[in-house]
């Protein structure tokens, strides 16, 4: 079966969502794609942050990094909400401050460090809609 790329909204608003909710500045949504993918023969991949390098970004006359977060479909489509934003903060937690093209590795982002920034969003989240109450 071939690989099969389609934009993925759903995913993209999930994000902006999220890098809203935990003031991460430095996630520039403009020059991050989204993308929904079928086809994939990786076993244990669920989704992946993709980096346009620094030799790449001059060869094409780019100032910025761009970042591209791929989602398996036939993983990721199955899991929970819950899994699913922990998936997609994940990825996002690949990008560094810099935003330059580099990748922050999984000796940092894995799942403790995802846990806690999952718990922190759900928290904002909470408290946003106990102030929405009141």
């Known amino acids: 079966m071939v690989i099969r790329y389609h934009q993925a909204p759903d995913i993209q608003q999930i994000a902006e969502e999220i890098v809203k909710k935990l003031s991460w500045n430095h996630v520039l949504l403009e020059h991050v794609a989204f993308l929904r993918s079928t086809g994939s023969k990786a076993r244990y991949t ?3 942050c993709h980096a346009l390098g620094k030799a790449m970004q001059i060869g094409m006359g780019r100032k910025r990094g761009f970042y591209l977060i791929e989602v398996i479909s ?18 996002l937690m690949h990008i560094p401050k810099s935003f330059g093209g580099g990748f922050i590795h999984h000796d940092k982002v894995h799942d403790k460090s995802v846990g806690a920034v999952y718990k922190k969003y759900c928290q904002l989240k909470k408290e946003e809609h106990q102030i929405e109450w009141h």
Do not use: N, T
């Open 46 to 48: 669920v989704a992946r």
């Open 74 to 91: 036939e993983k990721f489509d199955k899991f929970s909400i819950e899994e699913q934003l922990k998936v997609i903060i994940h990825e």
